[in-house]
Structure formats: structure tokens, C-alpha cells
């Protein structure tokens, strides 16, 4: 049972509901980011404080002092980030989810690694407090879980950041990840403590984690489908729509995020998954698209119905292309035909057909002014 067979008229339509409070939205994303740069500032001055590395205007205490003031702002930035992300309510996501790990139905691994990430901050923190209590080697080794919880938190804003495939965001992590690979490199290259073979796995184990993240972020958070693979449901994702505050383009400018200007006519490929049928006979599939542009925009269609025959019976469609909501008003064999936007509409149509061995999808896709329509809400001639 693929789209390729789905021909049925729409009985009933979804209408795209915008989830929590924009300014929250926008507040746990800038927060995040924030607290990640604050995160290696802080390893960073971590690192020039362990080996004691002074200059005429730049005084060891400086950098104690500076280590200490930006961890405590981190931990602030990232507490912010996480009740934000609670409050604002988009996915769901408990304040139970940000200290246990791995629990959320959202990307559960990589907002569990933030959920590490937060543990081990706590722990620097709580220890820090007791330092006197429970004595320097103690406190020392749980300090040093600090650089543990660097590369942590850098895959969680990779893995579960909505904003990673942007280049703006791409190069400020990238210099977060240059900042702390290099201050490593310096300390371990100049450190009289370290044994050669400890140098040696440390400066291993620093670019392992390094091309770990590059590989990681090409393969995955920078690839269309990367919702899909990142280990949220199916059924979770046809329940999330564009956030709110997103709002359609005017036709013959830039359409939203990545996408083409109307008119455009972009070749389309990727995959279709299908799962059902429940209790109640509901069957959705989910064809999960790129357009082959330069920006690889995302195109998401998902359908819902019931079996007929060896197709489907449709009951509604919603289509998400480039962060902008949709909705399917047509289908005719492998052709959809969808209203995107709502302040400014403009026409989507899909030409698609599915590889049935392989659950591929290839096609086009067709950027149009919406069709005129009269008073009665019939298209106009």
C-alpha cells in the first residue's frame, strides 16, 4: 500500500495548529546556543587556569575568577533553556526528561545526552559547593567531568537542535569545537605531567571526537530526513506542525527557509513509511521528501485513512515544506495537490512515483500562485 495508489477524495481536512508561546520557542533555541558557547569558554579558561598560564595583562586570577563566574552563567543559561523548553510546550518534553536521560519520546538519544550533559553540570556544581566537605581529590575528579560534558552537550545541539542546518549556527559550533580542540592541544603538548603516551591518547582521543562530529552532523542532522531518523515516531511527528510565528511567504518571493521562490518546478526525491492499521483501522503513510535545490529544502506529506482495497481510503493530509505548513487538497494516483501557508497560500503539486521494492520516492514538485476564487469559494475561472 503505497501513495502511488492513493486515490480517494478528501473527506475531511487538518488545519495546521500552532503549538506554545513564540517567545519561548525563540528564547530555549537562543539559550541553547548561548549556554554552548559559555560551555567552552569555560573549558577553555578551565584549560589556561591548569597550567598557570599568565601574561602582563592577564593575571592567573583572571582566569580563575572569569572559569568560575562563566560556569555558574552556564548552568543559569542552561536551566533557562530547560524550563523554556518544558513551558513552551512544541514537543513533549517533561522537566522529569531533562535529568533522566533517554526517556523522552522526542529525539530520546539526543535530548538524553543533554539530559547527561545537565547531570554532569549539577554534579560540577554541587561538588564545587562542597569542595571543603569532601576534599580535593573528590572534587577534583568530578571537576574534571566538566570536559566529559563538553562533547556531550555538542552532540545534543547537534542531534536535537531545530536550528543545526543552519550555516550560521553550523559555524558557531564549528569555532566552539576549534576553541576546545585547540586549548586541548596546547595543554597537553605543553604539560610537564603527561607521560608521551598520555599525550598521545589524548590527542587521539580529541580528534576522534572531532571527526565523530563532522561525520555525525554530514550523515545526519544535515541530511532532510533527519526527524525521521532521529528516533521520534511517526505518529509523535504528524502530531508537530511549524511552530508559531511561521507564516507563509508572498508568491514571487522566497517561500520560507530554503524554499524556492513561486513559480519553481524542483525535482523531489526520499522515502515513504506507512504503519497501521490501529484498533480503528487508521492506516498514515509519511513521505518524507527533499527538493533537490541547493538547499536541500524539507518536504514532509503525511496521509491518513483506512485500507480500501489496495490503497487507501484518505481522511486527511498535511504537507511541511521548509518549516511552512499545508494542507493536501487533492489526490489523484500519485499526484497531490496541497494549500501551503494561510495569511499568503500558495499551491504545491506533487507528481511522485514509489519504488516498491526499495520505499522510494522520486518526483517533482510544482510552486504556483493559489488559484483565484469567487465569493462562492469555487475556483474562479
Request: glycine content about 12%; hydrophobic content about 45%; aromatic content about 6%.
Amino acid at each position: 500500500m503505497t501513495a502511488a495508489v492513493l486515490a480517494a477524495p478528501l473527506t475531511s481536512a487538518v488545519t495546521a495548529v500552532a503549538h506554545g508561546s513564540t517567545a519561548l520557542w525563540y528564547l530555549t533555541r537562543a539559550t541553547g546556543l548561548v549556554a554552548l558557547v559559555l560551555l567552552t569558554a569555560t573549558v577553555v579558561l578551565g584549560v589556561i587556569a591548569s597550567v598557570g598560564w599568565t601574561a602582563e595583562r592577564w593575571p592567573r586570577f583572571l582566569s580563575q575568577t572569569l572559569h568560575r563566574n562563566l560556569s555558574l552563567l552556564c548552568i543559569v543559561l542552561v536551566g533557562v533553556h530547560v524550563v523554556t523548553t518544558v513551558g513552551d510546550g512544541y514537543v513533549p518534553i517533561t522537566l522529569l526528561d531533562a535529568v533522566v536521560p533517554f526517556r523522552s519520546p522526542y529525539r530520546p538519544l539526543w535530548v538524553g545526552l543533554g539530559a547527561v550533559a545537565f547531570d554532569l553540570l549539577l554534579a560540577v556544581l554541587v561538588t564545587s559547593a562542597l569542595r571543603h566537605r569532601i576534599g580535593y581529590q573528590s572534587w577534583r575528579f568530578v571537576h574534571w567531568l566538566a570536559y566529559l560534558c563538553w562533547p556531550i552537550a555538542l552532540f545534543h545541539a547537534l542531534g536535537s537542535g531545530t536550528d543545526t542546518p543552519l550555516p550560521a549556527v553550523l559555524a558557531l559550533e564549528a569555532l566552539c569545537g576549534a576553541a576546545v580542540l585547540a586549548s586541548l592541544v596546547w595543554r597537553f603538548t605543553t604539560g610537564r605531567i603527561f607521560t608521551p603516551g598520555q599525550r598521545t591518547a589524548a590527542l587521539l582521543g580529541a580528534t576522534a571526537v572531532t571527526v565523530a562530529a563532522v561525520a555525525f552532523a554530514a550523515l545526519g542532522p544535515l541530511r532532510p530526513d533527519w526527524s525521521h531518523r532521529s528516533g521520534t515516531s511517526s505518529a509523535l511527528l504528524s502530531q508537530l506542525t511549524p511552530h508559531a510565528g511561521t507564516t507563509a511567504p508572498s508568491s514571487g518571493a522566497a517561500t520560507g527557509t530554503g524554499v524556492p521562490a513561486v513559480p519553481f518546478d524542483v525535482a523531489v526525491s526520499g522515502t515513504e513509511s506507512e504503519t497501521g492499521p490501529d484498533a480503528a483501522g487508521n492506516v498514515q503513510v509519511v513521505l518524507t521528501l527533499a527538493l533537490q535545490d541547493a538547499a536541500a529544502t524539507p518536504l514532509t506529506v503525511t496521509l491518513t485513512g483506512t485500507a480500501a482495497g489496495e490503497g487507501l481510503a484518505l481522511s486527511s493530509g498535511t504537507v511541511t515544506i521548509g518549516g511552512t505548513p499545508g494542507t493536501v487538497t487533492g489526490l489523484d494516483g500519485g499526484s497531490i495537490t496541497a494549500s501551503i501557508g494561510q495569511a499568503d497560500p500558495y499551491q504545491l503539486t506533487l507528481q511522485l512515483t514509489i519504488d516498491q521494492s526499495t520505499g522510494t520516492v522520486s518526483g517533482t514538485a510544482v510552486g504556483s500562485p493559489a488559484p483565484v476564487t469567487g465569493s462562492s469559494g469555487v475556483e474562479g475561472s
